[in-house]
């Protein structure tokens, strides 16, 4: 929910396209499903597209924002200048151009709710000795 929020302070909202371009890692997941909690539209990139490949991708998709990975700052900012619809891009795991991060846009956003994971429940995977999930 916290980014959707954030994402929506930004000016984006349903229907919108974000542009996604990140390695495997654990806040590109996360920011994808808060695209989905602001019912805007994913629009993934390639990190092993060449620069001219996602530049394309970037013009026929003409997402609003592209939110990127430290990783890409960059080829990010390149992107950004030579696209024609994307605005502004918002780096995904740090600040970054003298401009706040999700993290930090994120950051002290609990939505009124109690985010301590402390008793809450999961299901676990099975290991096969047992005929249904255990709680953990």
């Known amino acids: 929910h916290a980014i959707a929020r954030a994402l929506n302070r930004l000016g984006i ?16 997941y996360v920011a994808c499903l808060g695209l989905g909690r602001a019912e805007a539209v994913w629009v993934p990139l390639n990190p092993r597209s060449t620069f001219e490949e996602n530049l394309g991708n970037l013009d026929l998709t003409e997402p609003k924002l592209l939110i990127y990975h430290s990783d890409h700052a960059e080829e990010a900012a390149e992107w950004v200048a ?54 953990l």
Do not use: F, H, Y
């Open 13 to 28: 909202g349903p229907g919108d396209r974000v542009a996604v371009i990140t390695p495997n890692d654990a806040w590109g």
């Open 82 to 135: 030579r696209s024609k619809t994307v605005a502004a891009g918002l780096c995904l795991d740090r600040d970054d151009a003298g401009r706040p991060g999700l993290r930090s846009l994120i950051e002290g956003d609990d939505g009124g709710r109690d985010l301590d994971p402390r008793g809450r429940g999961a299901l676990g995977q099975r290991d096969g000795r047992q005929r249904r999930g255990r709680g």
